[in-house]
C-alpha cells in the first residue's frame, strides 16, 4: 500500500508511540490527523508537524477516546477534510493498576469504539475505500506483565479483537486490514510512570523492573512496525512483537480441530 495522498487516523498521537506513529505516516506521504485528549500537547505537536511537513496535511483535534460522541465527530471532521479514512490507528492507551474500570475503558472500549466508527467510513460494502487498521497492543497482549493484571487482560483482548475482525473483514468484504503491534518495552511517559501505578501489585515493582532491565525500545522502532503492517498489503490478523532483542510475527495455534 503506498501512502502517498492516503489519509490516516492515529488516536494518542500527542506523544510516545503516537507521535512517532504520526511522524512516520507523514514521511511517507500520508495526511494525519492527530486525535488526543491532551490539547496543549497535540496542538503544539501539530504545529511543529504542520511546519515540516506542509499546512494541509496534519489536522489536530481533541478527542477522548471514551467519548463516543467526540469519536464520531472526530472521523466525520477528517473525512470532510481529507475526503476519507484510509489507515487508523487505535493507539491511545494507559497504565494504571489502581483505576482499573478506567483502563478497561480507554484500552479495549476505545480501541472497539474506534473501529466500529471507522468501519462506517472505511467499509467497502457501504461506500468507503477499505484500508487498514492497526491496534496498539503490546506484549503483554501475548504473555502475562504479573504486575499489571488488568492491563494485561486488555491488551489480550485487543490482540483477540483484531484478529477476530480481520476475519470478519476478509470473510465479508469489508476491503480492511486488521493488524496488532505488540511492543515490548517503550520509552515512553507510560513507561516513566509505570512503578509508581502498580495499584494494588506495587509490591511487585522490582519484579516489574527485572523485566524492564532486559531492554526497552525508541517509539521509532515501533513506529517502522506500524509501517510494515500498513504497507504490507499480505498482513491481515497479524500480532507483530516487537521488543530490543526480537522482531517476528506470532505464531499462532492453527483453528481446534472439531472432534470427530
Ligand atoms: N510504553 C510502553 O512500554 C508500551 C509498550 C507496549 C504497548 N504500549 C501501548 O502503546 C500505546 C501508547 O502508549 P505510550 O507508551 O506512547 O503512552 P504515552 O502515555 O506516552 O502516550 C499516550 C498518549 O495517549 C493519550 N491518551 C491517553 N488516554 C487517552 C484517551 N482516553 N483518549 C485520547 N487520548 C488518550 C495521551 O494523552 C498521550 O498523548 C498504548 O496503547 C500503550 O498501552 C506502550
Redesign the pocket.
Known sequence: MALSGKSAVV?????????AMSEILLQNGAKVVL????EA??KSLQEALSKQYGQDRTLFLI????SEEQMKAAFQKTVETFGGIDILCN?????NESEWEKTVS??LL?VIRGTYVALQHMNKLTGGRGGVIVN?????GLGPLPSCPV?TAT?HAVVGFTRAMAGASAASGYGIRFNAL??????????SNILARLGPFSHLEALTQTFMDKG?IN?SDVAKCLLELVTDETKNGEALIVKSDLKMYMPFPTEPKTPK
Open positions: 488516536t494518542g498521537a500527542a506523544m510516545g508511540i503516537g507521535k486525535l488526543d485528549m491532551n500537547a497535540g478527542c477522548n477516546v471514551e493507539n491511545a492507551g494507559m497504565l480507554v484500552n476505545g496498539t497492543a503490546s506484549l503483554a492491563y491488551k505488540c511492543p515490548g518495552f517503550v520509552q515512553t511517559d507510560l513507561l526497552v517509539t
